[in-house]
C-alpha cells in the first residue's frame, strides 16, 4: 500500500516537474550581422577563417550564434540599403568588410557595436578618433594597406632592377584605395619611380586602362586594395599579363588568380581576429576600449607560372624571401 502510494506521488511530481523543466526556454543565440564590400570568392579566405575563428571560440551555428550575410562585389551603392537591412535584423553586433561596407554599417548601425576588417586607414575614414582608443562604437583590425605601398614598390623594384615606370591601378571611389595612391608617392620616388595614375572605378574599364598604361611607357603596375579589384582579381591579372606588365597585388589570394607577385598581411589571420573581437563585445567589452589592431606578420607570394608567362626571372633573392612559391 504504501509502495503504490510512493509510486503515485513519485508519478504525480514527475508529471508535475518535467514538464516544466522541458519548456525552459533556451539559451538566446548571439545574433551577427555581416556586410561585407566585396563578392562571396573573393572574401572566401578571410570569412572562412572568421567562422573557424568563432567555433575555435565556442560558438556553434544555428545553436549559439546566427550570421546573417550580405556580400556585394559589384553594385557597391546598395551597401547602405543592405546596412539598413540587416540592422532591422536586431543583431547585437555589426561586423563591416572593407572600408565601404564598414562606413555603410557605422552609418545605420545607431549606436550597435562594429567590428571591422579589411579596412585601410579607420582614422581617415572617420570610422575610429585613434588606433589605441577608437573612441566610438567601432574597432577592429585594420589591413595596413597603405602603409605597405612602399614595400610593394621595393619588391618590384628588386623583382624588375631596370624598372622606371609604375601604373597604379587604384579606384578614385574606393576610400581605402586614394591613401595607397598617396602613400605610393614618396617611396616612388626614393626608388627613382615614376608613378602613373591608373584610376578605374568601373570593370568594362580595365582593358583600356591597362592599354592606356603600355601607352604610356609603364613597365609594370601595383594593384592598390579595393572592392573593385577583389571582385575582378583574374581579370586583372590576365590583362597584366598579356601586356606583359610585371604586376604586385595586396593579397596572397591575387597572386593564386595569376599576379606576379603579392605582399600583405594573412587574410585568414584577419578573419580570426575579427572573431576574437566579436567574442570579446558579445562577452561585455567596449568598442571603444579595444585597441584596433595592426597586423604584424606578412607574406610574399610569388607566381612562377605568370613570371614564364610574361618572361621575367625572379631574383635569387626575392624567391628566398618567398613564404609562398607557386609553381
Request: proline fraction near 7%; charge should be positive; hydrophobic fraction near 45%.
Amino acid at each position: 500500500m504504501r509502495r503504490n502510494l510512493f509510486l503515485l506521488v513519485f508519478s504525480t511530481l514527475l508529471g508535475v516537474v518535467s514538464p516544466a523543466a522541458a519548456q525552459q526556454p533556451a539559451p538566446k543565440a548571439a545574433r551577427i550581422g555581416y556586410l561585407a564590400g566585396v563578392s562571396e570568392s573573393a572574401d572566401a579566405p578571410r570569412r572562412e577563417a572568421f567562422r573557424q575563428g568563432l567555433r575555435e571560440l565556442g560558438y556553434v551555428e544555428g545553436v549559439n550564434v546566427v550570421i546573417h550575410e550580405r556580400h556585394f562585389g559589384r553594385d557597391l551603392e546598395r551597401l547602405p540599403d543592405a546596412a539598413a537591412e540587416l540592422v532591422a535584423l536586431k543583431p547585437d553586433i555589426m561586423v563591416g568588410v572593407t572600408t565601404n561596407a564598414a562606413l555603410a554599417v557605422k552609418r545605420a548601425a545607431g549606436n550597435l557595436p562594429i567590428v571591422f576588417m579589411g579596412v585601410t586607414d579607420p582614422i581617415a575614414a572617420g570610422l575610429v578618433q585613434s588606433l589605441p582608443r577608437p573612441g566610438t562604437n567601432a574597432t577592429g583590425i585594420t589591413n595596413v594597406a597603405a602603409v605597405l605601398a612602399g614595400k610593394r614598390l621595393e619588391i618590384l623594384k628588386r623583382t624588375v632592377p631596370k624598372l622606371a615606370r609604375v601604373a597604379v591601378l587604384w579606384d578614385p571611389q574606393g576610400p581605402g584605395s586614394l591613401p595607397q595612391w598617396k602613400e605610393s608617392q614618396e617611396p616612388a620616388e626614393q626608388l627613382h619611380l615614376q608613378l602613373w595614375s591608373m584610376e578605374v572605378s568601373s570593370a568594362d574599364r580595365y582593358e583600356a586602362a591597362f592599354k592606356d598604361a603600355v601607352k604610356a611607357g609603364n613597365n609594370a603596375v601595383w594593384i592598390t586594395l579595393n572592392p573593385l579589384a577583389n571582385s575582378n582579381q583574374k581579370l586583372i591579372a590576365d590583362l597584366a599579363a598579356s601586356h606583359r606588365l610585371p604586376s604586385i597585388c595586396a593579397r596572397s589570394d591575387y597572386a593564386e588568380n595569376g599576379c606576379l607577385m603579392a605582399y600583405g598581411p594573412s587574410y585568414a589571420s584577419e578573419g580570426k581576429s575579427g572573431a576574437r573581437y566579436v567574442d570579446r563585445i558579445l562577452k561585455g567589452a567596449k568598442p571603444d576600449e579595444l585597441p584596433v589592431e595592426q597586423p604584424t606578420i606578412f607574406e610574399l607570394v610569388v607566381n612562377l607560372r605568370t613570371a614564364n608567362r610574361i618572361g621575367v626571372a625572379i631574383p635569387q633573392d626575392v624567391l628566398l624571401q618567398a613564404d609562398i612559391v607557386i609553381r
